[in-house]
């Protein structure tokens, strides 16, 4: 009996323990990946800002070809919405809908996420023209784990994770329009 005490004591100390670390934890992640197009910067703007594009160079489009995807509003907009609906237990169901746009610089996008977590992180996607017919692009995701969930961002190491789907997407991205 003294030892199950023990371990039961344990097992509540060093929960204490990780959810005190958490309280002094960053909540906020910021990921950022970049590449350079050989393509001019409002060629590469005006396929970026569309998101029925991102089908051609986003992962996670690619991760599951049998995605239920749907569109409402004026695509490339404001406003414009993507929706996605996958049995993938990592794609999951969500959305993505156009807040802003700085014509030829600059595309923010809200990602609600609804299964298999519900979340809402920011997104963006920036273009600047490196020569006349380079283009550096950036994409980068911003967002927010609430208290005890951060400690999960010590343990999973969202920039390499998130990181590498950024950088592949990017790779993607550059493949398709430099065959252009």
Do not use: C, H
Request: hydrophobic share 40%; aromatic share 10%.
């Amino acid at each position: 009996m003294k030892i199950i005490k023990r371990i039961i004591f344990a097992l509540l100390g060093i929960i204490v323990l990780a959810l005190v670390i958490a309280l002094f934890l960053p909540n906020e992640y910021s990921v950022e990946r970049e590449i350079v197009i050989n393509q001019p910067k409002d060629s590469v703007f005006n396929y970026v800002k569309y998101l029925k594009n991102q089908d051609n160079f986003s992962v996670w489009a690619k991760k599951d070809p049998a995605m239920k995807k749907t569109f409402r509003g004026i695509d490339g907009t404001v406003g414009a919405i993507s929706t996605w609906d996958s049995k993938d237990k990592n794609l999951g169901v969500g959305e993505q809908e156009i807040k802003k746009i700085i014509e030829g610089k600059r595309i923010d996008f809200e990602l609600r996420f609804k299964v298999p977590f519900e979340s809402t992180d920011m997104a963006y996607m920036t273009t600047e023209a490196i020569t006349p017919n380079q283009t550096k692009v950036k994409w980068g995701f911003n967002g927010v784990s609430p208290y005890p969930m951060n400690l999960m961002l010590v343990i999973m190491n969202i920039d390499k994770m998130l990181g590498k789907d950024l950088q592949d997407g990017l790779n993607n991205l550059k493949t398709e329009l430099e065959k252009q």
